[in-house]
């Protein structure tokens, strides 16, 4: 049972303490005198810098973000002061940073950031909380990355209650936290606002659910409890929990109409945000809960060699995400379904729909997973303005690693009739690489590479080929596994959704000037982009037809076959029309079903198969 815990006993639970630190900790007062205006005010108070100039960065990266985000454009009124507190000149040598000089050895800089964001990357500041993503908020001394940070929060006048939810550790009082160096600091979001806590112990871990979402004591009650059998469903696969270094692990939850939607892991705690309510998307906010916590093992610790350190100035390039994001999103839904929050026909969706991302789509022969990881530095950001092809070219690494990680799952079960499972490849890693943590807080001292991972899978299979034909065929080459057959076992059909329906490619549409105008990039092997038709092309008329909206255009395809060669009237983006023959494909897309759901009779082996797999493993 979740156990709620009031406002009061927050703070007796925080074991105070002064660390010992090496060098004189950097020092940041954040205030917020106009939240409606979503600005914060920061002072970073930086002592013993010595006599040359003093670089303050902000963060072009955040931890878990693979793209640049560039926070320092939401920096403005930029003020510095010297030992003697007398303001000093400070200039812009680069876009993403302030240098001070002649400073006496200490450095005060002030500045106010922008922030109207509530999410895992962002700022948000406003009159119902602040929601502090470090990188987007903190200005950093260049140099300084042992340097400890106590951070100093003012609440708003008249919001005195609030308090903050962090997996920083505790100061001298309940609103002051510290951080041991600038890779914790900045790996530590703070929600300060009106949260609402609960909290939970297993196995001798303390786990904290800090809320600020607008639903009931009673739902977020009820929700916790789910989240409990997540964490609790999780531990079997690595078979314990990693040591936390602030004493627990922090969900840190924002429900609010104004949030947007995301997830975003870090050492000791995640940040999970939605615009929904645990009363109306619980599915979906226990979906986001399982893949952040599965993360406190992969990612977190369980780490790619290409994401650590974490690099504030510049991408970390990482072809292996496939496998760290992909793995845990494999594992979100297998979850749900462990912990008897979703139900076989969910989960079979949830399954049929990664299969088709990857076996269906072209794009698959442009990039290997690994090569699909480090795109990662251009996709997983804001959308560029320039138009892309990646709709044809590009598979994002979370559908495409699940969709491995469904494969060798499978595999394995088959293979070694049970006794082997991704379960056991997960533990291996952890074992190897997560498990001996680091040699200082924030680090990890043993990352893997590609090579390691695979060196991982021999292990536990007992068969370098095997996992080097894996790796070959379906992590660095353009295969994807045949789902049909590997499912089999589970009394699970996987079959064309709409067999004997015509169809001419996935594409987006949207209304043009002389008919329908194709709104993204045709997919190779597409009926459309077999008869030359492309993004900004319109279809005026197809078969005789005009053709309005897309309603129209279904309208047409559904009334004829696969094979059918309807002639169609296709206006270019200059207005220049042409006739063109389209030849109808079968509709690829695909559904997943249970046997018994399609007239079949479940055996007791695919009845095995199946609980050992999708059921309870505690
Ligand atoms: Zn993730």
Same mark, same amino acid.
């Given at each position: ?115 109207? /964001? ?7 500041? &406003?009159?119902? +909380?602040? +929601? ?158 399982? +893949?952040?916590?599965? +993360? ?75 090569? *699909?990881?480090? *795109? ?50 997960? /533990? ?77 490619? &996935? ?112």
């Amino acid at each position: 049972m979740a156990r709620v815990i009031c406002t009061a006993l927050l703070a007796s639970l925080l074991v105070a303490g002064a660390p010992a630190w090496a060098a004189a900790p950097v020092e940041y007062r954040l205030s917020f005198p106009a939240p409606e205006h979503h600005w914060m005010q920061v002072e970073v108070r930086v002592p013993e810098v010595g006599a040359g100039p003093v670089d303050l960065r902000m963060s072009r990266t955040s931890p878990g973000r693979y793209a640049l985000h560039e926070f320092a454009k939401n920096v403005y009124d930029v003020r510095a002061f010297d030992a003697n507190d007398r303001e000093i000149p400070v200039v812009q040598p680069d876009p993403f940073g302030w240098r001070v000089e002649r400073h006496g050895g200490v450095v005060r800089v002030e500045y106010k950031v922008f922030g109207d /964001r509530v999410d895992g990357t962002y700022l948000a500041v &406003d009159p119902t +909380h602040a +929601h502090i993503n470090m990188p987007a908020a903190l200005m950093f001394a260049r140099g300084l990355d042992d340097r400890g940070a106590i951070l100093t929060f003012t609440p708003p006048a008249g919001r005195e209650t609030w308090q903050v939810a962090t997996q920083l550790l505790p100061g001298r009082h309940r609103l002051e936290f510290t951080a041991p160096n600038l890779q914790y600091l900045m790996d530590s979001p703070v929600e300060f606002g009106p949260v609402a806590l609960q909290t939970f112990v297993l196995d001798g871990r303390t786990f904290r659910f800090a809320a600020h979402h607008d639903g009931t004591g009673a739902e977020l009650d009820s929700f916790v409890r789910d989240v409990r059998e997540i964490v609790a469903e999780q531990r079997t696969i690595f078979g314990e929990y990693p040591a936390y270094d602030s004493g627990h692990y922090t969900f840190l939850a924002d429900y609010l109409p104004y949030a947007s939607g995301d997830g975003m892991e870090h050492r000791n705690s995640t940040v999970i945000s939605a615009a929904g309510s645990i009363r109306q998307d619980r599915g979906r906010l226990l979906g986001t809960v399982a +893949h952040e916590f599965f +993360h406190n093992w992969n990612v977190e610790r369980i780490r790619p060699r290409a994401l650590e350190p974490f690099d504030f100035e510049a991408p970390n390039m990482s072809g292996e995400l496939w496998l760290a994001e992909g793995f845990t999103q494999y594992y979100g839904p297998l979850t749900l379904s462990r912990a008897g929050l979703a139900d076989l026909s969910t989960t079979a969706a949830t399954l049929a729909g990664l299969i088709s991302t990857v076996a269906l789509n072209p794009a698959r022969l442009v990039r290997g997973a690994d090569a *699909m990881s480090r *795109m990662a530095v251009f996709t997983d950001g804001g959308r560029p303005i320039d138009p892309t092809n990646w709709s044809t070219t590009y598979i994002s690494y979370y559908p495409y690693g699940a969709a491995i990680a469904l494969a060798l799952d499978l595999t394995l079960r088959e293979r070694f009739d049970g006794r082997v499972t991704l379960d056991d490849f997960m /533990r291996a890693m952890w074992r190897t690489y997560g498990k001996p943590g680091g040699s200082r807080v924030g680090y990890v001292d043993r990352p893997y590479t590609l090579a390691d991972a695979e060196r991982s899978l021999a292990e536990v299979t007992g068969s370098p080929a095997f996992a080097a034909e894996f790796f070959a065929r379906y992590v660095t080459g353009h295969e994807a596994a045949d789902y049909e057959r590997l499912l089999a076992p589970a009394g699970l059909l996987l079959r064309r959704r709409q067999p004997g329906a015509a169809w001419i490619g &996935d594409v987006r549409f949207a209304s043009g000037t002389s008919g329908l105008r194709v709104d993204s990039a045709t997919v190779p092997g597409s009926p459309l982009y077999d008869a030359g038709i492309d993004r900004g092309d319109e279809v005026v008329e197809l078969a005789g037809r005009p053709v309005a909206d897309a309603r129209a255009l279904a309208a047409v395809v559904s009334a004829a076959g696969p094979g059918d060669r309807l002639q169609a009237t296709i206006a270019d983006r200059a207005g220049t029309t042409r006739r063109v023959t389209l030849t109808l494909a079968g509709d690829p897309s695909v559904e997943l079903v249970a046997v018994e759901e399609a007239g079949g009779r479940l055996t007791e082996a695919q009845r095995t198969f199946r609980r050992r797999w999708l059921g309870s493993q505690r």
